[in-house]
């Protein structure tokens, strides 16, 4: 935490009028007039008002921003920081020892290196101890230290904290003459002007500041890549940065949460400056009910958790969140959950996506990497901050070698002295004996054996157990390897390669006792231009409706997949009179277009349909869709885009078509789209996908059936009526619409039962607007025309009558006789009911189901719960 800046109790006036230089002139003048110039005891000079405020704010400004506000590039700390860590070190309040008091560290820092509030400095203590501030805290406190609710500390007379592990790589080597000292703020005292920082801390735990006119914001990052990526540039200077995202691929912060897309990334890498979105980590479950349940497992960066369950609360009672019906603290000491209850058949995506706009469930970072580099602040990119870092510890570890070498000199010539002293043991003992005093004997000694002052004191020195045999034979040991420490130490101070492995090595040992997973995942897809459909998987789901208007979808995984002719499995249980109308296999972001038979369409993504189990009969459509009084669906497409040249065929029951392409229904109402107009008393009754150079079949239920090309229907807009494709007499109406197939049958079926199939070549082409052919002949006995469908013979027919009354028979066993024939029966129906409507189903040989938006595998569903195959 940065020491505010308006708190200015400890800035100097640098800029007073009268300097000492100004007032000695003044002396001058009045020596030289006999004039004095003073008119009082005050003294009042001309000055330039803006150039004062200018030099006065100046100083000011960089004050705060060199003293107090912006981290040093090479350890990654703000003055505050640093000083707080070298006080604890210096009062010995180490990893090893019992915790201190807060008060007692807090009253060390200000009053001895940093005289500024101790709010400020103990509020810097407090986040350094935080696991969710930091990603590799350096204070290791005992007691309350806040939470990630947003609770805050206990006063510093309650808390106790000491140096964490970690700190202590910051502090390493720092009694080595390692870096630079400066005097404190009295000058009674030295501290460090930078700490040696065995580990680059300022991308390991990030840093956040604002000064004068400037902010710094640098994401926290896990240890063991950024400790990888710093060897990586250790090893090649030249290294790109794609390189160096393959083993540090972005920030890790220790809330965890995921990043949205790398363009953020890439950019505060590549520039210093960068931002990039934070979502919640969620997890959802359902219920035994069948309910929807969104764990939230781990929040964005520096999100206060309290704030955010309020937050969820407001829009709850906004009615904003119309889908949650209770919401859920359920953080215990493993971790941090929320947990959200969503109604029945609210969709979790839909819900989430909702989350994310209105919480902060989803927030932005916005990456500034500034940094102070000899002082200046500078806006750095990754490898330049990598780059300093290991120029700083060069440094470092030339300096601590030097130092090493001189002290293992400074011994070994100690050393060798005592070994001298040691071979001429009796003439020593003989010599400081008859010596009357100890500079007598120290002089004798360097005259004698050609030594030293220095090393005459430790001959002086020397203990007499240190005259026996074992201890003459470590003495040479300890020669011998002092001379080996120094040959090693020479040649690292002339090899720069040699002081780069060492760096590697140490921060090698740092990473393997420090070092931890990642937390924070990253996803290729960006945020920005991100919808609802971004938060969903792309899978394939068996989308399923029925007769009656029941729909769902469930994952095509749901449904193992068989050789042809298999048995199948069970899709699901619907009642007696109900059976599948339409099924796709379709991606979750492809759109189901639904037709009503007045004419209009609503649309719905796949995944804001329901999912529900595999037995499940659906969710009535009408809850989903905002359907009128009496208007049902009468046709339903699935499509992923809405290609302008491909086209959408209607029909109506009165005969009247329009081809429109379907780059027109491209959009969506809640209360619907005009897909048709239509005459009163007039109705949808089929719409279907048709391209170049198809045929139309259209059927009546007098009986009669009508081929034409589709070129006969020119393109039309969306909002218009059509043109006559089938023309039919008053009292009866067209019962289908379909596109022939090759190698197709029509199949027909009358009211009392009777049917047959006809090949669809048998019907002469005509021009739209005809009355047609006949198709079947007539008869008071089997009633009017009930249905007409397209058929292949690897397909069963679904009849039902009025009475619920259902039969399934293969294509194959309809007889397949001439156009203008009677038919056979099919069906017994009773006197009082009549066929209703006519299902195909699959008889596992042929596929009955469309791909949408995707690659499809060979499935195997019994969707009306017989153990048959679609």
């Known amino acids: 935490m940065a020491d505010k800046p308006k708190d200015t109790d400890d800035m100097v006036d640098n800029n007073s009028i009268d300097s000492s230089d100004q007032l000695e002139d003044k002396a001058d003048e009045e020596e030289t007039t006999g004039e004095s ?136 080597d720092l009694d080595k003459e390692t870096v630079d000292w400066q005097p404190n703020y009295d000058e009674s005292l030295k501290e460090p002007n930078v700490l040696p920082a065995r580990f680059p801390n300022l991308l390991v735990n990030g840093s956040q500041g604002i000064a004068v006119g400037m902010a710094t914001n640098i994401p926290p990052h896990n240890l063991a890549e950024v400790i990888d990526a710093t060897c990586l540039v250790i090893d090649n200077p030249d290294v790109s940065l794609d390189e160096l995202l393959k083993v540090m691929p972005g920030p890790d912060f220790p809330t965890g949460a995921t990043i949205m897309g790398r363009e953020g990334i890439r950019e505060a890498y590549e520039t210093g400056r960068g931002s990039m979105t934070l979502r919640a980590k969620c997890e959802i479950s359902q219920t035994k009910r069948g309910r929807s349940i969104i764990t939230v ?106 130092y090493d070498l001189q002290k293992a000199e400074e011994r070994a010539h100690i050393v060798r002295g005592l070994l001298i002293a040691l071979d001429n043991i009796d003439e020593v003992i003989h010599i400081i004996r008859s010596s009357k005093t100890d500079k007598e004997a120290r002089d004798r000694l360097i005259e004698n054996f050609n030594l030293d002052e220095i090393q005459a004191n430790a001959i002086l020195e020397m203990r007499l157990r240190r005259l026996t045999g074992l201890e003459y034979d470590k003495l040479v040991e300890e020669l011998r390897d002092l001379e080996e420490r120094i040959a090693y130490y020479k040649r690292v101070l002339e090899d720069e390669n040699l002081v780069k492995q060492i760096i590697k090595e140490e921060m090698g040992e740092i990473k393997k006792k420090f070092s931890s997973k990642r937390r924070t995942q990253i996803q290729r897809a960006s945020a920005k231009d991100i919808d609802v459909e971004d938060l969903i998987a792309d899978e394939d789901m068996v989308v399923t409706v029925t007769k009656t208007g029941y729909v769902k979808r469930l994952p095509l ?26 099924l796709f296999v379709a991606s979750t972001h492809a759109y189901m277009l639904f037709f009503s038979s007045k004419g209009k369409v609503y649309r719905l993504k796949v995944y804001e349909l329901p999912e529900a189990g595999r037995h499940a ?69 089929s719409v279907k996908r048709v391209s170049d150079g198809e045929k139309v079949f259209m059927v009546s239920s007098a009986g009669k059936a009508i081929v034409w090309d589709e070129s006969e229907a020119r393109a039309m807009g969306r909002d218009t009526k059509g043109v006559r494709g089938m023309k039919v007499p008053a009292d009866e109406h067209v019962l289908e619409m379909s596109i022939a197939k090759p190698q197709a049958d029509l199949f027909v079926i009358t009211e009392k039962g009777y049917g047959k199939r ?45 009475e619920g009354v259902v039969v399934r028979t293969p294509v194959k066993g309809v007889s397949k006789l001439g156009r203008s024939t009677q038919g056979v029966r099919i069906m017994n129906v009773v006197d009082k009911d009549k066929v209703r409507a006519v299902g195909i189903a699959d008889d596992g040989k042929g596929r009955k189901h469309k791909r949408v938006g995707g690659k499809t595998d060979d499935l195997d569903i019994d969707v009306d719960g017989d153990e048959g195959d679609l």
């Not at 107090?68 to 703000?78: C, H, I, M």
């Not at 995984?557 to 339409?582: A, P, S």
């Not at 397209?790 to 679904?798: A, N, S």
């Open 37 to 172: 110039t003073y008119e009082s005891a005050s003294q009042v000079l001309p000055a330039d008002l803006g150039q004062q405020m200018r030099q006065s704010f100046i100083e000011y400004s960089m004050s705060v921003i060199v003293a107090r506000a912006l981290p040093d590039v090479r350890d990654g700390l703000k003055p505050v920081h640093r000083r707080i860590l070298y006080a604890m070190n210096e009062s010995g309040i180490l990893p090893n020892r019992p915790h201190a008091k807060s008060a007692r560290t807090v009253g060390d820092v200000i009053g001895k290196y940093h005289p500024h509030g101790d709010t400020a400095v103990y509020d810097t203590m407090v986040r350094m101890a935080q696991p969710f501030s930091m990603s590799v805290p350096l204070v290791d406190g005992h007691g309350n230290f806040g939470s990630i609710d947003g609770d805050s500390a206990a006063a510093m007379r309650y808390t106790e904290a000491r140096l964490a592990r970690p700190a202590m790589e910051l502090l390493r």
């Open 557 to 582: 995984t749901t449904y193992r997949q068989q050789k042809r002719g298999g048995k199948g499995m069970q899709g699901v249980n619907l009642k007696e009179d109900d059976f599948v109308e339409h």
């Open 758 to 802: 006809t090949s669809v070549y048998e019907y002469p082409l005509h021009h739209r607007g005809g009355q047609g052919v006949y198709t079947i002949t007539m008869t008071r006995k089997k009633g009017e025309l009930a249905a007409a469908k397209i058929v292949t013979d690897d397909e069963e027919l679904i009849i039902i009558t009025n």
């Open 617 to 685: 009969r659906g969710t009535a459509i009408v809850n989903l869709l905002s359907l009128e009084k009496g208007e049902s669906i009468a046709a339903v497409i699935a499509t992923k885009d809405f290609p302008k040249e491909e086209y959408l065929m209607f029909a109506t029951s009165a005969g009247m078509v329009k081809k429109t392409s379907m780059s027109l229904y491209d959009r969506t109402r809640r209360d619907g789209l005009i897909a048709i107009n239509l005459n009163d008393g007039d109705e949808l009754i």
């Open 297 to 402: 497992k781990e929040i964005p960066y520096m999100v206060n958790r309290t704030k955010l369950l309020e937050k969820i609360g407001e829009l709850i009672r906004d009615k904003k969140l119309p889908e949650i019906s209770n919401v859920h603290d359920g953080a215990d000491r493993h971790g941090i959950d929320i947990i959200i209850e969503l109604k029945q058949n609210a969709i979790p995506q839909v819900v989430l996506n909702k989350l994310y706009k209105h919480t902060q469930m989803q927030t932005t970072f916005g990456a500034n990497m500034l940094a102070l580099v000899d002082d200046v602040p500078h806006t750095l990119s990754l490898k330049q901050i990598l780059s300093y870092y290991i120029a700083h510890q060069i440094d470092v570890i030339t300096r601590r070698t030097r």
